[in-house]
């Protein structure tokens, strides 16, 4: 099993930028699906991107579309969540995921994840 480990949370204002990273130690993300997600305090975990490994192809949830951008790094075998734009109701914990294939029409869904990183803590607030 994979593991992950996360960094690059904090405390930013709104309209602004943090990257986080998520680095996979000891194993290959090649052909895994990887997702980022988030959960906020009495709230469900839900899919925030899902990026493919072995294509490149991405998929974004309509809420972060155009502000987030999810990217590999093949030989550091870390994947990025570049964060833009950022507004109080992005402000959750932030949990790097993988499942071995593809994302699919069902990328969102985090039951079907089986690796995860330990949470960033994001506070969007002024």
């Known amino acids: 099993q994979v593991q992950f480990v996360e960094s690059g949370g904090g405390l930013v204002q709104p309209g602004g930028s943090l990257r986080l990273s998520c680095a996979a130690s000891?194993?290959?993300?090649?052909?895994?699906?990887m997702g980022w997600f988030r959960q906020a305090p009495g709230k469900e975990r839900v899919g925030v991107t899902c990026?493919?490994?072995?294509?490149?192809?991405?998929y974004y949830a309509d809420s972060v579309k155009g502000r987030f951008t999810i990217s590999r790094d093949g030989p550091e075998n870390t994947v990025y969540l570049q964060m833009n734009s950022l507004k109080p109701e992005d402000t959750a914990v932030y949990y790097c995921?993988?499942?071995?294939?593809?994302?699919?029409?069902?990328?969102?869904?985090?039951?079907?994840?089986?690796?995860w990183g330990q949470g960033a803590q994001v506070t969007v607030s002024s």
């Open positions: 995921a993988a499942h071995f294939g593809r994302c699919g029409s069902s990328w969102y869904q985090w039951r079907l994840f089986t690796s």
């Open positions: 000891k194993f290959s993300l090649d052909y895994y699906a």
């Open positions: 990026l493919n490994t072995a294509d490149g192809n991405t």
